[in-house]
C-alpha cells in the first residue's frame, strides 16, 4: 500500500541528462525494492534497472550501462534514476514501480513520466 508519484521527465537533446524522481508515500518506504521502466513508442515495456531497500542498483540493459544510475533516500521516501548521454533511443515512458520485500504482490506503479531526446 504505497502510492507513487514520478517526475522529472521532460525534452533533452542527445548528449544531455535527466534525473527521474518517484517518490511514495502512504506506507514504510524502505520496505519496497524500486524498479524502473520504460516503454518507446510501439515497444513493450522493458525492465530497465532495480534498486534493493538498502539501494544496492541493478543495471539490465547493456544499452544504459555506464549511462544510468539508480538510486535511493529512503529518509526522503524517494528513489532516482539519473541519466546521463541521453540518445533518441532513450525516449519513452519511464515508470517507476515498488514491490514489497516481503510481501511481493503488493506493489505499486508510478503514473509514468515522458523522457524525449531529440535535436
Known amino acids: 500500500q504505497v502510492q507513487l508519484v514520478e517526475s522529472g521527465g521532460g525534452l533533452v537533446q542527445p548528449g544531455g541528462s535527466l534525473t527521474l524522481s518517484c517518490t511514495g508515500s502512504?506506507?514504510?518506504?524502505?520496505?519496497?525494492?524500486i524498479r524502473w521502466w520504460r516503454q518507446a513508442p510501439g515497444k513493450e515495456r522493458e525492465l530497465v534497472a532495480s534498486?534493493?531497500?538498502?539501494?544496492?542498483?541493478?543495471n539490465y540493459k547493456d544499452s544504459v550501462k555506464g549511462r544510468f544510475t539508480g538510486t535511493r533516500d529512503n529518509a526522503k521516501k524517494s528513489a532516482y534514476l539519473q541519466m546521463n548521454r541521453l540518445r533518441p533511443e532513450d525516449t519513452g515512458i519511464y515508470y517507476c514501480q515498488a514491490v514489497h520485500f516481503l510481501q511481493t504482490s503488493d506493489e505499486s506503479w508510478g503514473q509514468g513520466t515522458q523522457v524525449t531526446v531529440s535535436s
Open positions: 502512504g506506507s514504510t518506504f524502505k520496505s519496497y525494492t
Open positions: 534498486i534493493t531497500r538498502a539501494g544496492g542498483y541493478t
